[in-house]
């Protein structure tokens, strides 16, 4: 437990231990602040309120062996954020708030060797976020009189869904060779409404259904980790995508290095990136259901060398980065 400025609080207690063969590890952490005002007040005269803050963080893990080399794993994440907030970043506001839950749960089945390792991990997430902006206060308008635009009232509410599940793994064929793999399928969907009065009037955004706004994207990768072999060494990788949004997409790595001596090696890295818009850059209120994938193609060359204990290093690196387009585009 912790006391400091501004009011601050931090607690937390935890439980850990093993019955036979089930362990557990229970921790609880909790922090609750008066603050200062998220708002900067630039005249200093001005007497902007405290925007305070409580977050609540739970975290369960559970696990049993049912072998030396088998066992099962439950995890838990709950996080609760509550803050207040302002109407702008010099704008004061006594009433806009914040509320964030997120939940995670996850379980995974392990199996393990000297030379194999596999995993099979099924994880839920939820995610709510709400902001609201009462109408005792309007901020806009209680510092400047005479303001051409201020809210009076406004709602938001986000709801994020994700299921995800990974089938991963590694084998080592020598003490040189090695490989990683896996598989992975990801859905996702969204619900978000958003409502605001201003001196304008009245505006109700297109409530964004989690019917339409959802999406499921499949994917195996492989890599080839070559290491040692004379002072060479190399990983080679490629992923594949199959997206239901934005169809099929290939990535790739190729990183070659080698060991001049024990403490200097030379390096190149090679590789492309593919990145698709979020949900939320999508379909929320600012977002753009025309928005495009973003490409990369990258390139490195280097030299990387370190003292005799390890403690300090030496890193030059000259690189490019092609990037199709620079942001996000529309589609045509």
Do not use: C
């Not at 990535?251 to 939320?280: D, E, K, Q, W």
């Amino acid at each position: 437990m912790a006391y400091g400025s501004y009011n601050t609080l931090r607690a937390g207690a935890g439980i850990n231990g093993n019955i036979d063969r089930f362990s557990y590890n229970l921790n609880y952490s909790r922090i609750n602040t008066d603050g200062f005002s998220a708002a900067y007040d630039s005249l200093g005269s001005r007497g902007f309120d405290k925007d305070g803050l409580r977050q609540d963080g739970f975290q369960a893990n559970l696990g049993y062996r049912f072998s030396p080399s088998v066992t099962i794993n439950y995890t838990n994440n709950y996080g609760f954020f509550k803050a207040d907030a302002d109407g702008g970043a010099y704008q004061d506001d006594k009433d806009v708030e914040a509320r964030i839950k997120n939940m995670v749960n996850s379980i995974s089945i392990n199996y393990k060797t000297s030379k194999t390792a596999l995993y099979l991990v099924q994880s839920f997430i939820n995610s709510d976020r709400y902001f609201d902006n009462d109408s005792t206060d309007i901020g806009a308008l209680r510092l400047d009189p005479q303001a051409s635009f201020y809210t009076k009232w406004s709602e938001n509410n986000l709801k994020g869904r994700s299921v995800v599940t990974d089938l991963y793994g590694s084998h080592d064929f020598s003490s040189h060779i090695s490989l990683v793999a896996g598989l992975q399928h990801t859905f996702q969907k969204t619900e978000q409404t958003f409502k605001s009065i201003s001196n304008y009037g009245p505006y109700d955004a297109v409530p964004i259904g989690e019917d339409s706004a959802r999406v499921s994207n499949f994917s195996g990768y492989a890599s080839v980790l070559f290491t040692d072999l004379r002072g060479f060494n190399l990983e080679l990788g490629g992923r594949l995508n199959n997206n239901t949004l934005y169809g099929n997409n290939a990535t790739f790595t190729f990183n070659p290095s080698y060991s001049i001596n024990a403490n200097t090696r030379v390096f190149v890295n090679i590789s492309s990136g593919y990145n698709v818009p979020t949900l939320y850059q999508l379909y929320s209120e600012y977002g753009n259901r025309d928005l495009a994938p973003e490409k990369s193609e990258n390139y490195e060359l280097g030299v990387q060398s370190f003292t005799n204990d390890r403690k300090n290093s030496l890193r030059l690196v000259a690189f490019k980065r092609y990037k199709r387009p620079d942001h996000f585009l529309h589609r045509s």
